[in-house]
């Protein structure tokens, strides 16, 4: 899907997917999960997603991996980074009380379509 922030692949498994398994479909394609880099890019993301399940229960879609991770080599919490680059993000839109890390498990993230934020997760434990 061409958007006026970049060309963007949503690729519907049915059944759900883990972040990795997501990161393999988009290596696949040549490509690799969203990065968001402004808050343009981000409205404008979500827009589409609300658009395309607007027929669908919300709690069969109503999110998509994004191509973060919490890199803990770098300090007590760690810092958020890109997936590809292991570079610092250079935007952010985290729901109020994320990244909140939770058992010490969430290290990757996802973005709803009901709130428009960024909210942390444990990679393995949930699948969109």
């Not at 922030?5 to 949503?10: D, S």
């Not at 398994?21 to 979500?46: F, H, M, P, R, T």
Request: aromatic share 16%; charged share 30%.
């Amino acid at each position: 899907q061409r958007l006026s922030t970049g060309c963007y692949r949503f690729e519907d498994t049915k059944k759900g997917i883990d972040m990795y398994g997501a990161q393999k479909i988009c290596e696949e394609y040549g490509g690799y999960l969203v990065e968001i880099n402004s808050k343009e890019e981000n409205d404008e993301l979500q827009k589409f997603y609300e658009s395309k399940v607007q027929d669908q229960c919300m709690y069969e879609a109503d999110a998509f991996w994004i191509g973060v991770k919490n890199d803990t080599t770098k300090g007590e919490n760690g810092i958020w980074v890109s997936t590809r680059t292991g570079e610092a993000l250079s935007y952010t839109n985290w729901y109020d009380t994320e990244p909140n890390h939770v058992n010490d498990n969430e290290y990757c993230a996802v973005l709803f379509a009901d709130s428009h934020m960024a909210f942390d997760f444990a990679v393995k434990n949930f699948r969109w």
